[in-house]
T-cell receptor, first 110, second 113 residues
């Protein structure tokens, strides 16, 4: 069964304290892996798509990487405005469904 | 702003009732997806339409149905509502390829009392 697992469930950082979020996946074949940011009461906001192992994408303080079994979202020198829930999702070869993990709630304290 | 419009933003109704949620996709997007998000379940895929045709179905209850119209807007109909149907319902759209990102609206918050 296709599955996406994110860790940790919650993460508290001080402003400027870099860290990484993990997304591990089990799928028969991967069309694409997506990272989203979700603020309370809002819809998920698209951040990155990764298609193949070794690929990396960057946007401001965020950098996403992909291996054959997992993806990392690295946050460098985070700011309080980076506080949100970060969601990972995969599009398996076998399905038209985008399958989401349960997310990592990130809180960055000033 | 993702360009995906969902109405209404909030809906409060009683058990047993029927409601309709509406979604207008981004200009040019042919695919529409519906997701349900509750506190203990995360984002659960309900159904996908591509250019008016149903393409994929998730764990959508028989009391729920959806359609995509010729102008590409979509409606999600929820009937015989139960307390457990209270959730955020999101619509997302994409250009259509399975590797193209989904862009989400801000959801409809449904409260069943």
């Amino acid at each position: 069964e296709d599955q996406v697992t994110q860790s940790p469930e919650a993460l508290r950082l001080q402003e400027g304290e870099s860290s990484s979020l993990n997304c591990s996946y089990t799928v028969s074949g991967l069309r694409g892996l997506f990272w989203y940011r979700q603020d309370p009461g809002k819809g998920p906001e698209f951040l990155f798509t990764l298609y193949s192992a070794g690929e990396e994408k960057e946007k401001e303080r965020l950098k996403a990487t992909l291996t054959k079994k997992e993806s990392f979202l690295h946050i460098t020198a985070p700011k309080p405005e980076d506080s949100a829930t970060y969601l990972c999702a995969v599009f398996p070869d076998s399905s038209y469904k985008l399958i989401f993990g349960s997310g990592t709630r990130l809180l960055v304290r000033p | 702003d993702s360009g995906v419009t969902q109405t209404p933003k909030h809906l409060i109704t009683a058990t047993g009732q029927r409601v309709t949620l509406r979604c207008s996709p981004r200009s040019g997007d042919l695919s529409v997806y519906w997701y349900q998000q509750s506190l203990d379940q995360g984002l659960q895929f309900l159904i996908q339409y591509y250019n008016g045709e149903e393409r994929a179905k998730g764990n959508i209850l028989e009391r729920f149905s959806a359609q995509q119209f010729p102008d590409l807007h979509s409606e999600l109909n929820l009937s015989s509502l139960e307390l457990g149907d209270s959730a955020l319902y999101f619509c997302a759209s994409s250009v259509g390829g399975e590797d193209s990102p989904l862009h989400f609206g801000n959801g409809t918050r449904l409260t069943v009392t």
